[in-house]
C-alpha cells in the first residue's frame, strides 16, 4: 500500500474502501470486517449512506478480534446536504456521525456536494476540525470553479476532494487545480460503477493480460499512479481482494496513455450542472 501525504500532515492510504449502495446493515458490518480482514485501512462512508453504525460495528470487531487498531484506520464520513444549511447544522452532523460510529473521532469529513450554505457548512466541519472530532476536512463533488472560490475564501484549505474519476471520466484539468492547491485528489466511482463495459473493454484486458491483471485493476492502479485516491466498492471478497491487489505491476507511459484516452469528457452517473438533479439532492432528507 502507498500513502499519500495530506496538507495535514497526515498519511491517507492510496486506496480505500467504499460503503455506497449497501443498506442492509448486517451486510455492510460483514463487508466492512471483510475488507478489514483483506487489508484496507481507509473506510469511506457518509450519513446520507445510512449505514455508519454497520460500519462502526465492523471496525470494532475487528478490531477485537486483533486485525488491526484504530490508529492504523483512516475513517472518512460526509455531511448530508440537509445538513449544509448553516455552520450549527453541520457542526452537528459530525457529532452525529461520531454517535453513530461509536468512535471518538474521524479522519477525514467531507461536505457531501457543493450545496446548500456550503460555506456556512464549511465553517462547522472546521469548528469540529479544530475541536479534533476530525483530523481533516475536505469536500467532494467540488468542480474546479466551485473549489477555487472556495480555497480562495477558507481558513483551511481542504485536505481531499473527492469526485468521480475514472477512464471514462479523466478530470485532468480538475487534478491539477486540486494539486495547485495541495488538496489530495481522491476518485469515487473509480470503477466507473460498472458502467461504460468498463470490465470487458478491450483495450483494458488486453493491457491488463500483459501484467496478469484484471481490467478493473488496471483502471484501479491508473488513477494510484497518477495520485489519485481510489475508493472502490465491492460486496464479494474475492473481488475486493483484486481491487487492492495492484500494487506489483507498473503501468507505461504509453499504457497511462492508452487509459486515458477513453475519456467521454463528461460523467454518465451524475450532473452536476442539471438543476432538476440538485432539485432532487435537495429533497432527500435523511432524517
Ligand atoms: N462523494 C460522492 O458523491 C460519492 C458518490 C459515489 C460513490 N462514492 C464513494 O466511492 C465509492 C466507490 O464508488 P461506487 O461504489 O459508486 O462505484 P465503484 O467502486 O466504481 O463500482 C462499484 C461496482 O463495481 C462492482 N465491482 C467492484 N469490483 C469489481 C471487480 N473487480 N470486478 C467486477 N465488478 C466489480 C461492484 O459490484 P459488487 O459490489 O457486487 O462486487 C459495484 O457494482 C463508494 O462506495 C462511496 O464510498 C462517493
Not at 24 to 32: F, G, I, K, S, Y
Not at 148 to 173: D, G, Y
Not at 192 to 215: N, Q, R
Request: net charge negative.
Amino acid at each position: 500500500m502507498e500513502y499519500i501525504t495530506l496538507n495535514t500532515g497526515a498519511k491517507m492510504p492510496l486506496e480505500g474502501f467504499g460503503v455506497f449502495q449497501i443498506p442492509d446493515a448486517a451486510q455492510c458490518e460483514q463487508v466492512v470486517y471483510n475488507a478489514i480482514k483483506t487489508g484496507y485501512r481507509l473506510l469511506d462512508t457518509a450519513a446520507a449512506y445510512m449505514n455508519e453504525e454497520a460500519l462502526g460495528k465492523g471496525v470494532a470487531r475487528a478490531i477485537a478480534d486483533g486485525l488491526t487498531t484504530r490508529e492504523e484506520l483512516f475513517i472518512t464520513t460526509k455531511v448530508w446536504v440537509q445538513d449544509q444549511k448553516n455552520e450549527e447544522t453541520a457542526y452537528e452532523a459530525v457529532r452525529t456521525s461520531l454517535a453513530k460510529l461509536n468512535m471518538e473521532y474521524v479522519d477525514l469529513v467531507l461536505l457531501h456536494q457543493p450545496m446548500g450554505d456550503y460555506f456556512a457548512a464549511y465553517r462547522g466541519i472546521t469548528r469540529a476540525y479544530k475541536e479534533g472530532l476530525t483530523k481533516a476536512i475536505g469536500v467532494a463533488n467540488f468542480y474546479p470553479a466551485i473549489l477555487t472560490n472556495l480555497c480562495e475564501n477558507v481558513e483551511v484549505i481542504p485536505a481531499v476532494n473527492q469526485v468521480e474519476m475514472h477512464p471514462f471520466f479523466v478530470q485532468a484539468a480538475a487534478i491539477d487545480n486540486m494539486k495547485s492547491y495541495g488538496i489530495a485528489p481522491q476518485a469515487w466511482g473509480p470503477l466507473a460503477e460498472g458502467k461504460h463495459g468498463i470490465f470487458t473493454d478491450p483495450v483494458l484486458v488486453e493491457i491488463g493480460k500483459k501484467y496478469g491483471k484484471s481490467a478493473a485493476q488496471v483502471v484501479l492502479k491508473w488513477n494510484a499512479q497518477r495520485g489519485v485516491s481510489i475508493i472502490p466498492k465491492s460486496v464479494h471478497e474475492e473481488r475486493m481482494k483484486q481491487n487492492i491487489d495492484i500494487w506489483d505491476f507498473e503501468l507505461t507511459e504509453d499504457e497511462m496513455a492508452a487509459v486515458a484516452a477513453k475519456d467521454l469528457g463528461h460523467s454518465e452517473i451524475v450532473n452536476h450542472d442539471d438543476p432538476m438533479f440538485v432539485k432532487a439532492l435537495h429533497g432527500m432528507n435523511i432524517h
